[in-house]
């Protein structure tokens, strides 16, 4: 069984990286953005409050982040182990995880604020069926129109400069002191996130003396809410 914590700012490609080696490697993906994504999606009274929040350029209370993951780990359906996305956000929490959970080891994505900016202010979704789009690594072919539905391309209403500049500056008060405890406990590898997402993998594969990424060997993820 192998458990991971996959940690790096908005735009590093924690998503991606996770679903590489979860989908590669029998893991389940555990994404907190996934599960508030889906609530919000599905107007429940949690994605409401999650709304409210995230549209003020906030992160979403640590209380209720430690909560949603803890109901997520008891289902206990990750039989080959699990990556986890989004959790631990502070020293409590990291603390918790370190004596719940024997993990292998922590990824570490890191990315310059400066190339976060640029990947995430190229974000695009679509109005009408939420597809993801980048205008940097993932453009539509039709200008502003989604490729599957055809609805129009929207700017998310948190990816704007002035929200993101404090999203930064919230993610490295908490986050890098979460990241450097864990470096004490010598579970950190940091890999370079500015490079393509094979590359990452590869990179990620070979620090941990994991099988090296197998297209062939990878399928498609469907993402449950909460799973």
Not at 193 to 202: E, G, L, P, S, Y
Request: charged residues 30%; glycine residues 8%; hydrophobic residues 35%.
């Amino acid at each position: 069984m192998r458990k991971y914590v996959i940690m790096g700012v908005q735009g590093s490609g924690k998503g991606t990286q996770s679903q590489l080696l979860a989908n590669d490697l029998d893991l389940v993906h555990i994404s907190v953005g996934d599960i508030f994504r889906w609530h919000v999606k599905n107007h429940t009274k949690l994605g409401a409050q999650v709304r409210r929040v995230v549209a003020a350029g906030e992160l979403v209370g640590d209380d209720l982040v430690e909560d949603v993951v803890r109901d997520r780990l008891q289902l206990h359906d990750w039989n080959y182990g699990f990556v986890i996305d989004g959790f631990p956000r502070n020293r409590r929490q990291a603390e918790f995880f370190l004596e719940s959970y024997d993990i292998d080891g922590v990824i570490h994505l890191d990315l310059p604020d400066d190339e976060v900016r640029r990947r995430v202010l190229a974000r695009r979704l679509c109005s009408r069926c939420g597809m993801d789009y980048n205008l940097i690594a993932h453009r539509p072919e039709l200008e502003g129109r989604c490729d599957v539905c055809g609805g129009e391309l929207v700017t998310r209403e948190d990816d704007t400069p002035d929200v993101l500049a404090r999203r930064l500056r919230d993610y490295h008060g908490k986050i890098d002191p979460v990241i450097e405890l864990f470096r004490r406990k010598e579970y950190v590898m940091t890999v370079d996130a500015r490079a393509d997402k094979i590359t990452v993998q590869q990179t990620i594969r070979a620090r941990f003396d994991l099988p090296p990424y197998s297209p062939a060997r990878a399928v498609d993820a469907v993402e449950v809410p909460g799973r």
